[in-house]
């Protein structure tokens, strides 16, 4: 309820800034001359959309896999941790969007490189915070698993794993809204489809309106992965 | 089945010596360790159990293969249902637990039929009870016990002593406590750390689990208080 009425909070605040004057159409255009370019385009929407999602949807599941079985590694393995524990600190601090020229000039204009980009975006904040959270089991748990001899492979499996789980919903809550955008920012280097492509080529064809409408759809595709993301991980109480 | 269990030795934590020339044997039967804090009980205990402590010793310390192991703590893992969390070592140690068993220990401790429930639907006396279960479920000739009762309440803490004293009768328990009138209560052997060494105290003759309410356990529980307050 809240959030509805932010949103329609907003929406009055945008066609207040239109009907004042405030800017320009071709700068802001009305909330209403959005939702008519988002009607009369809609099959060219929903195709550059479906690539989009599915650059997003292949990043995502790459990213979280890699990042999983990294983070795993490095909990079993002391001498990788001691490696790999630095680097996924290190990253935190990296602008990983200024791969993504990098990233074309190897992978090509196809999927490829927008699918690699959402990866990177998903790849660091799953590793990280999952081998924190297997990391920071706590020490009595521990000292069960010191009792019963437990080696490393069933300490994992019975106590940092099930630890871990709210780190990996904090991860995968953070990545599932960086991952649309780790696909535009990939699309915007240079691509021939994509909601990324088609926001820069209705820009450069001054269809502001078009421009937005795609906007909307990014928005509206993130924040529909958040609610679903949120659905399936409290389903499973993480 | 008791053998010569216990630690033998120094204990220095750093270049400091926390416990000098300690000669500490559990025989058989509860064993209470009593002392002010920081005096080093929970250092004794972790040493015993081959916990890490921070703490090394110059001797010799001698343990069963299996122990028994209850902290302040429940330790009960919140993602595993009663059942699981009473089965949890057997799963640690790779051996396959028999299920059929950790439900007879739950209902020995009075929780008959809460197996499937989650460890955060109990009370806090209850979790301590399936916490006992799992020691009891790791059927170790040695129990050690860090201050398992502390956080209960007195009533629910009278209880589960008397319910740990009956399911422990038979193994060497040695159980960590800063309350004199615990230490009393339950102990065949009472000891004493203070000045980084071990004395043994005399606890009345009466029967066991002591009963609180004897004139003569009033009185020693006030003397051990005044000597734990001088410690």
């Known amino acids: ?238 | 089945m008791t053998g010569d269990w216990g630690l033998h030795g120094t204990v220095r934590v750093g270049g400091a010596t926390l416990l000098d020339g300690i000669d500490l044997r559990l025989g058989p039967g509860w064993n209470c360790l009593l002392g002010p804090s920081g005096a080093g009980k929970s250092t004794i205990l972790r040493l015993i159990a081959g916990l890490p402590c921070g703490a090394r010793c110059s001797g010799r310390i001698s343990r069963p293969e299996r122990i028994g192991w209850m902290a302040q703590g429940d330790l009960l893992q919140p993602r595993l249902s009663v059942l699981q969390n009473v089965m949890l070592l057997d799963n640690l140690a790779g051996r396959r637990p028999d299920p059929a068993r950790a439900e007879a220990l739950l209902a020995d401790v009075g929780l008959a039929g809460v197996g499937a429930r989650r460890p955060d639907t109990l009370s806090g006396g209850q979790r301590q009870r399936v916490a006992l279960a799992r020691t009891l479920m790791q059927d170790a000739p040695l129990v050690l016990l860090d201050e398992p009762f502390s956080a209960l309440d007195p009533a629910t803490r009278a209880t589960m002593q008397d319910l740990a004293f009956a399911q422990l009768r038979d193994r060497a328990v040695l159980m960590v406590t800063h309350d004199p009138a615990e230490a009393l209560r339950l102990g065949a052997r009472v000891l004493l750390l203070h000045a980084r060494r071990l004395t043994a105290v005399l606890p009345p003759d009466l029967p066991v689990p002591r009963d609180l309410a004897h004139p003569a356990m009033a009185q020693a529980t006030g003397a051990l208080l005044t000597r734990l307050r001088a410690a």
């Open chain 1, 1 to 238: 309820m809240h959030r509805l009425l932010a949103a329609l909070g907003g929406v009055a605040l945008w066609q207040g800034v239109v009907q004042m004057q405030l800017l320009p159409p071709f700068v802001l255009p009305s909330p209403w001359a959005v939702l008519r370019a988002l009607g009369h385009n809609g099959a060219l929407l929903a195709d550059h959309g479906a690539v989009t999602l599915a650059e997003v949807l292949a990043g995502l599941v790459l990213g979280v896999i890699l990042g999983l079985i990294s983070a795993s590694a490095m909990a079993l393995s002391p001498a990788l941790r001691a490696v790999g524990g630095p680097v996924l600190a290190a990253s935190q601090a990296l602008p990983v969007f200024v791969l993504a020229p990098v990233l074309t000039i190897w992978f090509g204009y196809g999927p490829a490189p927008k699918v690699a980009m959402t990866v990177l975006l998903v790849f660091f904040p799953v590793a990280s915070g999952v081998l924190d959270g297997l990391m920071a089991t706590p020490q009595g748990a521990l000292d069960l698993a010191r009792i019963a001899d437990a080696g490393r492979g069933r300490s994992f499996i019975w106590l940092r794993w099930p630890h871990a789980l709210p780190h990996l919903g904090a991860a995968l809550r953070i990545s599932v809204t960086y991952a649309p955008t780790g696909a535009v920012i990939g699309e915007w280097v240079g691509a021939s489809k994509g909601l990324g492509y088609l926001m820069l080529m209705a820009n450069a064809r001054s269809k502001i309106d078009l421009m937005f409408a795609a906007l909307v759809l990014i928005v509206a595709l993130t924040l529909a992965l958040r609610m679903i993301t949120d659905r399936i991980l409290r389903r499973f109480a993480i």
